[in-house]
């Protein structure tokens, strides 16, 4: 197969990684809707089906989905940036080794190149990710007196923060944001691409030709080994976006001390199932609406 120009194959991946994350938000928004819960508020509920039930008691089934819009912005915005930024990162990687273009990677390098690529993305990330954890804890920091009123819609959270906190506000937990996505798309990438090979060597084909339930299987487990790295990380970085509803919150570290101090190691861990339950068909979607729709281009692009 012809390699496309790469301002084309920028292009593709873009497209492909914006598919996945709007395949990754539909199947998996309600467990997210529970962790952010969870994180924020550890001590409120007795454990992940409590969170679900009471949440679904409390505002129905709109509740599990609040914070779809600003979840699809930042899942859409994160993976296509994410996407496109691992072709680069590739390439990068592939010139530090002294490799021609377009040779294959060891899946070592491609974790390598995941990792690089997850600091371009946090970027784009922190803004709609900080909009969809207020969305989604509003009720919790309404009825507990941290707020005077709630707001219901993805507009007016935007204009509170830019009223509060100017745009400088959107971009509360971005070193946290950062701290946790180097490390977590080390093993996100690492994981998936070590599985995609397993499954290669044992059906005896190529990584692209293993179909769609082992490219499910790979996306979960490289899910799971991010957030078991990540979890505590993305805890602290909730509990700043969340709270600093309130006020200026504290930084990543002195946020991590006071939550271990105040509430236990155990606090930063709440909202652990419903991630780990979520993992699987969330990032099993993301992967395969990425290589399937990336596949796809790549063909029409061929012919």
Known sequence: MMSPHPAVQAVIDLSAGAIGGAACVFSGQPLDTAKVKMQTFPSLYRGFVDCFVSTYRQVGLRGLYQGTTPALMANIAENSVLFMSYGFCQETVRVLAGLQSGAPLSDMQKAC????????????????????????????????????????????VVKTVMHKEGPAGFFQGLTTTIAREVPGYFCFFGAYEFCRSLFAQHMHCSKDDIGVVPIVLSGGVGGACLWLMVYPMDCVKSRIQVMSMTGRQAGFFKTLLTISRTEGVRALYSGLTPTMIRTFPANGALFLGYEASRKIMMEQFDS
């Open 113 to 156: 190149a995941g990792s690089v690529a997850s600091v371009f993305s946090s970027l784009v990330l922190c803004p709609t990710e900080l909009v969809k954890c207020r969305l989604q804890a509003m009720h919790e920091m309404a009825a507990s007196g941290k707020i005077a009123s709630s707001q219901k819609t993805v507009w007016s």
